[in-house]
């Protein structure tokens, strides 16, 4: 199989990959992260205009026409770079939920604007016993005459302190628990009944708490089936997934080569610590997940599009519990190797651990897909 980039794909790779070296090196995310928003609208507005925020979308709906090869090009520049924007929240997911849930005048409304930049999404889904079940959901939605009223509380919206729209899960039908009668609601963030808590997360990015007081929701926003969502949020979270693995490869890669580097430069007993055989094998540790994440990224890609929800969903347990293990492999090396210093906020190193720690935290960690994945027969099941 051929995996080598297109002509348009390396360009994508190259443009993004140098503005992001030229624009946001690690000083420079430093001071983001003491600003109110905690992130750049600068940068933002530089993703628009390279078409970023219209790449995965048809063209027909006004985007660019690409596909999960193209996400996982910028996923792993974002990685590379650690950068602070809502890329996954906005245009993989809610604009996820657009692309494979939304109706023609739901895209009409939408796509432009998130094209464009103007519009910011969010997904509400996790509540307090939730854990990393999807289909775990207490936030209620009563029909009321042409409408719906959504009330409940979702907590760590990725970016939910800055979004425009809010993409909610809210049950209109059966328990808890239950698979169906789970519904995708587009909800205004500024709704009357909404309320929000905006905070930042370990790793820097934003997050927040947000509740429902009885929102009213028109009945034109919501995405597809009101009782049989949870098909459409499985999908949009494998792309998901699929995208923080390429992140992930893009932070593993570089904290491999700054650890690399480092050992070039620090001496010990008036030599390289790179001379020690010892901490060359711990190099090659590091080198040998960073590998081993990027094959399995490159498959979870090739499956994001998958229409046997089985087959996708067990590439996706898979490849994030092979990048929880290949992050901590790579991180705690890269901690160790650097020494004191690799815990300094002052220092680059930390912070790329912290941000592969939180991916592996994000829909489920890698002990959680790893046990969904023995239960599904593992990554080929016999017969």
Do not use: C
């Not at 604007?113 to 969010?122: N, Q, T, V």
Request: a negative charge; aromatic letters at 6%.
């Amino acid at each position: 199989m051929d995996f080598d980039l297109s002509e348009e794909q390396s360009i994508l790779k190259d443009s993004l990959g140098r503005l992001l070296a030229q624009e946001y090196g690690f000083d420079v995310r430093k001071k983001l992260l003491g600003s109110p928003e905690g992130w750049s609208a600068a940068m933002w507005s530089r993703y628009a205009e390279m078409g970023l925020m219209a790449l995965p979308f048809a063209e027909a709906d006004g985007g660019i026409g690409g596909g999960p090869v193209e996400t996982m090009i910028v996923m792993e520049e974002i990685g590379r770079a650690l950068t602070l924007e809502p890329y996954l929240t906005t245009v993989v997911i809610g604009g996820g939920f657009l692309r494979l849930g939304g109706s023609a005048a739901q895209k009409a409304e939408f796509i432009p604007d998130i094209a464009d930049g103007s519009m910011k999404l969010a997904f509400a889904q996790v509540e307090k016993n939730s854990r990393y079940d999807l289909h775990h959901v207490e936030t209620t939605a009563e029909k009321s005459g042409g409408d719906y009223v959504l009330t409940g509380a979702k907590g760590v919206v990725l970016h939910g302190d800055s979004a425009d729209t809010l993409v909610v899960t809210a049950r209109s039908a059966g328990g808890t628990r239950d698979r169906n009668g789970i519904g995708v609601f587009l909800v205004d963030a500024t709704a009357p009944g909404v309320t929000r808590r905006g905070y930042a997360t370990q790793d820097g990015h934003r997050a927040a708490e947000i509740a429902f007081d009885r929102v009213k929701v028109p009945a034109d926003r919501v995405l597809g089936d009101p009782e049989d969502g949870l098909p459409l949020v499985e999908a949009v979270v494998d792309h998901a997934i699929a995208a923080l693995a390429a992140e992930a490869v893009g932070a593993m890669e570089r904290l491999h080569a700054l650890t690399v580097e480092y050992m070039k430069t620090r001496k010990q007993f008036g030599v390289a610590i790179g001379q020690f055989q010892v901490l060359q094998h711990k190099a090659v540790d590091m080198y040998v997940a960073l590998e081993q994440a990027r094959s399995i990224t490159l498959y979870a890609t090739m499956m994001a599009d998958s229409l046997d929800a089985n087959e996708r969903r067990r590439a996706m347990h898979a490849a994030k519990a092979e990048i929880g293990r290949g992050g901590r492999v790579v991180g705690e090396n890269a901690i160790q190797l650097h020494g004191g210093v690799g815990m300094t906020a002052e220092y680059a190193a930390g912070h790329y651990f912290k941000r592969l720690a939180m991916i592996d935290l994000t829909f489920g960690d890698g002990d959680h897909h790893l046990a969904r994945l023995a239960e599904a027969g593992g990554l080929f099941p016999a017969g």
